[in-house]
């Protein structure tokens, strides 16, 4: 029997063909998957997505954003189309990473948004500091993420904040377990540990195709280096416009964090907090990230001018 594909096929949660893919190169050799959609002289958005997602997540944002706008989405080590590096999975890994696509995927001091959802904007945190960055960063969104004390703060296991909630919650992110084929039961449980209560069935599916699609290794290395994060030093290095993004029914990065954010960041431009949604905003609330991304751009990034 065939697997069903690692993401839906149909409706506005299915990812477009991109105009190009490319191949990204990161510091230590690993390969990267990238992905070019949208018109080449077009303002460019990057997209970094979290832990266990793919390109696919950002579908939504993709088909509405590159119509104007030259979106560039890539896979993170071990994710997607990223082959899996074991045993280098690190913050400098995340921010090599990064650089690698922003060098590939852009031309030489060309600007763009930088977006990252969950793992995404612990990856612009952690890349904040390299030059590189700096050259390639107009303006950032940190979508749904945190800077520190990630499993402290998780609300993923019920009771009172303390050592054995931690406890709890370090065996649950970090289980070796493999998450199996997409199931009802399985949709249940993603849904109540990263969505909101009132996430529509079509994307609880898209959601849940893409985190059982992510290899149980991967998963479990990327859940040490999210346990022991602590990024707050990046926070204050980040010295372009940063917007902040997050649902108020966040259980894995919840609202606590992105006001510690906003308070931190040297140019917050904006915190929202939407009512009623979870941790994966990008799919749960498409048009409100679409919105911030289309914003950011038209304030801070020119349009790449033509080759005569």
């Not at 890994?93 to 948004?113: C, F, I, K, N, S």
């Not at 019920?158 to 949709?187: I, M, W």
């Not at 048009?287 to 005569?308: F, G, I, N």
Request: charge should be positive.
């Amino acid at each position: 029997m065939s697997r069903r594909p690692a993401h839906v096929t149909e409706g506005p949660y299915a990812p477009p063909a991109p105009v190009r893919e490319l191949t990204a190169v990161s510091a230590d050799g690993a390969r990267l998957h990238v992905e070019v959609h949208g018109p080449g002289t077009a303002p460019a958005v990057v997209l970094a997505h979290g832990w266990t997602c793919s390109t696919a997540f950002w579908a939504a944002q993709i088909r509405a954003l590159s119509a104007a706008h030259r979106v560039i989405a890539y896979d993170q080590r071990g994710h997607g189309r990223s082959p899996a590096t074991p045993g280098r999975y690190s913050t400098d890994a995340l921010a090599d990473d990064l650089v690698a696509v922003l060098g590939t995927a852009l031309a030489p001091g060309e600007r763009a948004v930088v977006a990252g959802h969950s793992m995404g904007g612990m990856t612009v945190m952690a890349a904040a500091r390299r030059p590189e960055f700096a050259e390639h960063a107009a303006a950032v969104l940190l979508c749904s993420t945190g800077s520190a004390r990630l499993v402290d703060e998780a609300l993923v296991v019920p009771g009172p904040a303390g050592r054995v909630r931690s406890r709890l919650t370090r065996a649950v992110l970090g289980s070796r377990a493999p998450l199996g084929p997409v199931t009802p039961v399985g949709k249940k449980v993603l849904r109540y540990a990263t969505m909101g209560p009132g996430s529509a069935p079509g994307r609880v599916e898209a959601c849940a195709r893409i985190v059982h699609a992510c290899p149980t290794p991967v998963r479990h290395g990327w859940s040490q280096v999210l346990a022991e994060l602590d990024l707050n030093a990046g926070v204050k290095a980040l010295g372009v416009p940063a917007a902040v993004l997050v649902g108020t029914a966040d259980r894995l990065t919840p609202v606590v964090h992105a006001r510690g954010l906003a308070a931190a960041l040297p140019r917050c431009v904006g915190l929202t907090e939407l009512a009623g949604m979870g941790h994966m905003t990008p799919v749960e609330a498409p048009e409100a990230v679409t919105r911030t991304l289309a914003e950011l751009a038209a304030e801070y990034v020119p349009a790449k001018e033509e080759t005569p």
